[in-house]
């Protein structure tokens, strides 16, 4: 006899997890699933890949610009290179902010990567500062850029894992230790959420 909508409001949380991992074995479960996780498989095929092979060639590629590059360079752009650093940071910093506020995962993206270019800032601007702006641009670096970074790149982090321990909880895939957590492969099929629920959830703050 099928559940009512009634009984299924008086369930535990606990029953509700043991009915959804009982209602995700079965034939038809198995057979929607299937492709998602063929779907998975080759695109994290592809992506160790092309992050191998980059990681590969950056190797002998380091220690060509280590053993070739001058000491000393006069740069012909510098004014473009630094506005042009800075308009970027800019544009995703604000992109993190809209995200938060419209409660998108797409903040996990922007935040951590305004976070990488916060740290970039630091060290090109300790690196490059002279004599005279060296002690400025350390102050900077660790007192804004590098606790900014620290920051933005925590909450991506931490949004991440609240997501995939969600999933793994429902779904059942794996431990849900944050080191040792699986990717569910549901996530990493593109379109699963087409006709999913639009309203966004607020999992900022939660553990």
Avoid at 60 to 67: D, K, Q, R
Wanted: hydrophobic share 50%; aromatic share 8%.
């Amino acid at each position: 006899m099928p559940l009512t909508d009634r009984e299924i409001e008086e369930l535990t949380l606990a029953e509700r997890l043991a009915l959804v991992h009982r209602l995700r074995h079965g034939e038809v479960v198995d057979a929607v699933r299937a492709p998602v996780v063929r779907k998975a498989r080759r695109g994290r095929a592809v992506a160790l890949t092309v992050t191998a092979v980059a990681t590969a060639l950056l190797v002998p590629w380091t220690a060509y610009l280590a053993l070739s590059l001058p000491e000393h360079y006069e740069s012909h752009a510098w004014r473009l290179t630094w506005v042009g650093f800075d308009v970027l940071l800019m544009v995703l910093l604000g992109l993190t902010a809209f995200f938060a506020w419209r409660k998108r995962m797409l903040v996990v993206l922007t935040s951590f990567a305004a976070g990488v270019l916060l740290l970039a800032d630091a060290w090109f601007d300790v690196t490059t500062a002279d004599r005279d702006s060296v002690h400025l641009s350390v102050a900077s670096a660790i007192v804004v850029e590098i606790p900014l970074a620290i920051f933005l790149m925590g909450m991506a982090i931490g949004i991440s894992w609240r997501v995939a321990r969600l999933l793994n909880a429902l779904t059942g895939d794996g431990p849900t230790g944050r080191w040792r957590m699986p990717i569910n492969a549901q996530v990493m099929s593109e379109g699963d959420d087409r006709h999913g629920p639009r309203q966004g959830v607020d999992i900022t703050n939660g553990k």
